[in-house]
């Protein structure tokens, strides 16, 4: 039976039998509607990308990075939003990083020059996803343990949902509104991140982060920083297996999001009309919400490290990246849409199990701050990726070369992962915060027990 209990335990990143649904779903219908609202959002704006390109009049390469700033900025900000979700409880700071959003683009709405919507676009709404992002992920993560991919995968959806629903509904919205009238429209559906911030249940501190500064209560600034690396977890900084996985994700970074931001100037480009264009992300985006189902319910099987089914999914993902410029150099839609296809089902499978391979690096007590740090240092992966595609279509006057390096980077994400230690190994080690807690307990007892003699 302790064997049977040990091998559950390395199969889920040592992490004990908890809990495993129950108010657990509701969380992740919250999670749904969050991840939509924010990527599946971010996916959309390549509607907005030729209209701010004919009413700016500037480069595809400024203009990338409106959505690029986003992006990075959610990802920069994402251990504040950690920090603060440990100090004062998650629901709080979800329920504000929604208002920040949507405040965004709102403020987007009245830009009259690119600097205005680096800002709010890029700025401000990317703060306010920040904070929502990681607590909300989190918070589902804690309330699953052997269903845990399944449920991120399922959670995950609502972003090949929206994905789907957004590109023609966006286009519909500028068409009609105009891309003013349309920006203020997205700041309304942001708003719905609020209530389901709401829907976390209140929760204080982390009692562990408090404590470690007890030690240092005559000494202010000594006090403030242990307690501030307490929330933050830099401990992770210094192990060798979170800093691997964090570098092969942030090579990944680079080119997974250049498809959902360029995909539709792509088609544009090759002479397919506006909503044959906008179809293909959303043809991308159904096929996302079968792999993120798909792949959450093969992991959970259990037959295959976790680590390993990532890498195969980034590789496959970048191998479709590089493809996507196939079925236009034929003259082909219907090639294009295939292409697309493969690589929304691939990209959507690897999503879950990125943040699900987590606690298996950092153990399940970090993971709060561990998911903040790593979408901190890969923030400067999504500031890079869309406007070095953007620089290489106006160099080169399409996107064959974007897409070609995109995808190179995540092959070479993969292969990055391939040096995690004991990657090659069947089961996953403990992860390198409790093999050192252990090792400490094992050296404790042997002294004891020579005192003890």
């Not at 942030?250 to 906008?278: C, D, I, K, M, W």
């Not at 070609?404 to 390198?432: C, E, I, K, N």
Request: proline share 4%; aromatic share 12%; net charge positive.
């Amino acid at each position: 039976m302790a064997s049977v209990q040990a091998a559950a335990e390395r199969r889920h990143g040592g992490d004990p039998e908890g809990p495993d649904g129950g108010r657990g779903w509701v969380l992740v219908g919250a999670l749904f509607v969050t991840t939509g609202l924010v990527f599946g959002l971010m996916r959309g704006l390549g509607i907005f990308f030729v209209e701010f390109v004919q009413y700016f009049d500037q480069s595809s390469q400024a203009i990338s990075w409106i959505s690029s700033t986003g992006l990075a900025a959610q990802q920069f900000f994402s251990p504040l939003g950690a920090a603060l979700a440990n100090a004062y409880g998650a629901r709080l700071v979800v329920m504000a990083g929604g208002f920040l959003a949507a405040l965004g683009f709102v403020l987007a709405s009245r830009a009259t020059c690119l600097l205005h919507l680096y800002l709010t676009m890029g700025l401000v709404s990317g703060l306010g996803w920040g904070l929502v992002f990681t607590p909300m992920v989190a918070t589902v993560m804690t309330s699953f343990t052997r269903r845990r991919t399944f449920a991120l995968g399922l959670a995950f959806t609502g972003i090949g949902v929206a994905s789907f629903a957004f590109n023609p509904l966006f286009q519909f919205l500028v068409e009609t509104y105009a891309w003013r009238g349309a920006l203020l429209i997205l700041g309304g559906l942001s708003l719905n991140i609020v209530p389901c911030g709401a829907l976390i249940r209140r929760q204080g501190p982390r009692p562990e982060a408090p404590s470690k500064a007890e030690a240092e209560k005559g000494r202010s600034t000594g006090g403030t920083f242990r307690r501030a690396a307490a929330y933050l977890e830099l401990s992770l900084l210094c192990e060798r297996p979170y800093l691997t996985y964090t570098l092969a994700i942030t090579l990944l970074n680079v080119g997974y999001f250049v498809p959902y931001v360029h995909l539709v100037a792509h088609s544009r480009l090759a002479g397919f009309s506006e909503y044959q264009a906008a179809f293909v992300t959303s043809a991308a985006g159904v096929s996302d919400i079968l792999g993120r189902l798909a792949s959450g319910w093969f992991s959970d099987l259990g037959r295959f490290r976790l680590v390993h089914l990532l890498s195969a999914w980034t590789a496959l993902t970048g191998l479709f990246v590089a493809l996507v410029p196939v079925g236009t150099r034929l003259g082909s839609y219907a090639g294009l849409v295939a292409v697309s296809l493969l690589y929304g089902f691939c990209s959507g499978a690897l999503t879950s199990l990125a943040f699900a391979v987590v606690p298996t690096v950092s153990g399940a007590e970090r993971v709060m701050g561990a998911l903040g740090l790593l979408q901190m240092i890969e923030s400067g992966a999504g500031l890079l990726g869309t406007p070095l595609s953007g620089f290489l279509r106006d160099v080169t006057g399409d996107y064959t070369a974007s897409f070609a390096v995109s995808g190179s980077f995540l092959v070479l994400g993969t292969l990055t992962m391939a040096t995690l230690p004991h990657y090659f190994s069947r089961t996953d080690p403990p992860p390198s915060g409790r093999r050192l807690r252990s090792e400490t307990e094992r050296s404790d007892d042997g002294l004891a027990a020579d005192v003890g003699d």
